[in-house]
């Protein structure tokens, strides 16, 4: 061993990303005593995905109440469905409250992570110095690395052109011919907020989304009162919104056609703002509600029928200097293009740097697909913990109360290894990875997801890797303890210095 390799910094844990998922992990960490860890964070500040997406408009799809940490309430949340500023605002402050500050290691990116099968350790090289961890806590998020799809001809486009999660505010859209790529969950929320100021506006839309109305208001300064002098009613309000949700699940999972009735709510709602039956049709859908993420909004159908705007039917095909051509032949000049495509989802850009066990990347392993054990650990990759894992996406409810859940699994997980003693790790069994893996796709058959639409939530295969397809009581419920049965019990052994491998104590 190098002089080098023996002076590098060791923690116990290692978290990556400071966003809901990685700062909610340092807190839970010091709440169950473990101080000696660190939080690797590729950019200058906290708040991941809130961070990041700074564009006209951006703001949660759960209201607040639920979309927070259960142990850090809020009670000034200003509105229902609070927007990007406060929602970042909120997790700067839990990372003041909570003393985490002192554990962020920011302009961090983790550029590699190899598995040390002798030390039983985890080696890690970021942009700004290299360190060893017992376990590693991958929070890297499952809608961070922006997607952009490859149009040919995008390279000869003399304009602007950025991803609405790096929006690029020093160049001014007023007056401008913007085109919009992608009509997801943040082209809704750009389209209305930039529509006003832009010159024309082109909405290239591959596939129309369900909208529903938005039920957003501004929280009264009488409700912040009430809600900061007897915590209990913001508790009440919190458990009333998840219940609601909560009963919502099994329209999702078990009877799709149940949401006939939101279906018909949706196509109410598109009536009421597009008179035009020419643009309706355009802009109805032909898949079950539900099978994409639903969104919401009461300004977008209203947005597209201003006369500054021109909605595409069709995908964007090609580039061709400043005329964008859609798949259908339609073309249109362009100043700016904005792509609302969406993040890389099911293939997660943090497996490729890992390598485990086996010497093979993460990425590797998952050539057909995403798969872990209750949407935590991969068979090979030892004392590597994921927050927001395969299968543990939700379509209507707070992402917050998976994270939780998955801190729960996390602080079982150092508690028996604590338990175990000495230097060990734990490696989930393939067998059970396995058996995981083919009980949640069995369920998916038969799910709203699965019924026929192309969604970010399907891999290339076909496989839904991204969606949880139960209730957040029962994902609580199975990541509350980890099951000692479905790890390999790995320790370092003195001679041979190679790792034991023995059936996990129960
Ligand atoms: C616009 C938008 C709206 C959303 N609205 C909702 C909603 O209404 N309800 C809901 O439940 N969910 C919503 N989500 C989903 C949201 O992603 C999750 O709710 C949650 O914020 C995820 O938190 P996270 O910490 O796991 O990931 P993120 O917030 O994405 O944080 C990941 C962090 O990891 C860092 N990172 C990544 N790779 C590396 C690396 N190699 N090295 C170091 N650091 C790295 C990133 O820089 C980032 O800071 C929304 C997402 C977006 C993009």
Not at 164 to 185: C, F, I, N, Q
Not at 335 to 353: L, N
Not at 363 to 369: D, M, N, P, Y
Not at 441 to 464: I, P
Request: net charge positive; hydrophobic share 40%; aromatic share 8%.
């Amino acid at each position: 061993m190098s002089d080098y390799q023996r002076q590098r910094e060791h923690v116990r844990v290692a978290v990556i990303g400071a966003g809901f998922g990685g700062l909610g992990a340092a807190v839970r960490l010091r709440r169950e005593g473990v101080t000696d860890f660190v939080v690797l964070e590729r950019a200058g500040s906290v708040g991941g995905t809130w961070r990041d997406n700074s564009y006209p408009g951006c703001a949660c799809d759960v209201p607040s109440h639920l979309y927070s940490f259960s142990f850090a309430p809020n009670p000034a949340w200003p509105h229902s469905f609070s927007g990007q500023p406060h929602i970042r605002a909120y997790l700067e402050h839990v990372t003041d409250t909570f003393g985490i500050r002192p554990h962020l290691r920011l302009n961090s990116e983790v550029k590699a992570l190899r598995w040390d099968t002798e030390q039983l350790r985890w080696e890690i090289e970021t942009a700004s110095g290299a360190l060893t961890a017992d376990v590693v806590v991958s929070a890297t998020g499952p809608l961070s690395d922006p997607r952009i799809p490859d149009v040919p001809g995008l390279d000869t486009f003399p304009g602007k052109v950025f991803h609405s999660s790096r929006w690029d505010h020093d160049y001014d859209l007023r007056g401008k011919r913007v085109a919009m790529v992608g009509t997801g969950a943040s082209a809704v929320q750009i389209v209305p907020a930039i529509q006003p100021d832009v010159d024309r506006l082109t909405l290239f839309q591959r596939t129309p989304p369900w909208v529903l109305p938005r039920a957003d208001r501004r929280i009264t300064s009488a409700e912040q009162w009430l809600h900061a002098k007897v915590p209990a009613t913001a508790a009440l309000r919190r458990g009333l919104l998840w219940a609601a949700r909560e009963a919502q699940v099994s329209a999702f999972t078990k009877r799709p056609g149940r949401l006939r009735l939101v279906e018909n709510f949706a196509k109410a709602h598109l009536r009421r703002a597009v008179k035009d039956p020419a643009l309706r049709a355009r802009l109805t859908p032909d898949y079950s509600i539900g099978c994409k993420r639903i969104l919401l909004s009461n300004t977008y159908y209203p947005a597209l029928t201003r006369p500054n705007v021109d909605l595409v039917a069709s995908a964007l095909a090609e580039v061709r200097g400043s005329t964008l051509v859609a798949a259908d032949g339609t073309e249109s000049e362009a100043d700016a293009i904005v792509f609302g495509t969406g993040f890389r989802v099911t293939d997660m850009p943090i497996a490729e740097r890992v390598t485990g066990a086996a010497g093979t990347t993460l990425a590797e392993e998952w050539r057909e697909g995403m798969a872990s054990l209750r949407g935590a650990s991969a068979a090979g990759f030892p004392n590597f913990l994921f927050v927001i894992g395969p299968n543990t996406g939700l379509g209507n409810n707070s992402m917050i109360l998976i994270i939780e859940s998955q801190l729960n699994y996390l602080a079982d997980f150092l508690r028996q290894l604590d338990t175990i003693g000495g230097r060990a790790a734990l490696d989930a069994r393939p067998s059970a990875v396995r058996a995981w893996n083919r009980r949640l796709q069995d369920r998916m058959t038969g799910t709203v997801w699965n019924s026929g639409c192309d969604s970010w939530y399907l891999d290339a295969r076909g496989n839904n890797t991204v969606i949880w397809p139960g209730t957040t009581s029962e994902f609580r419920r199975v990541t509350r303890q980890v099951d000692l049965a479905e790890y390999q019990l790995l320790r370092v052994r003195s001679t041979p210095r190679t790792p034991a491998r023995t059936e996990a104590a129960r």
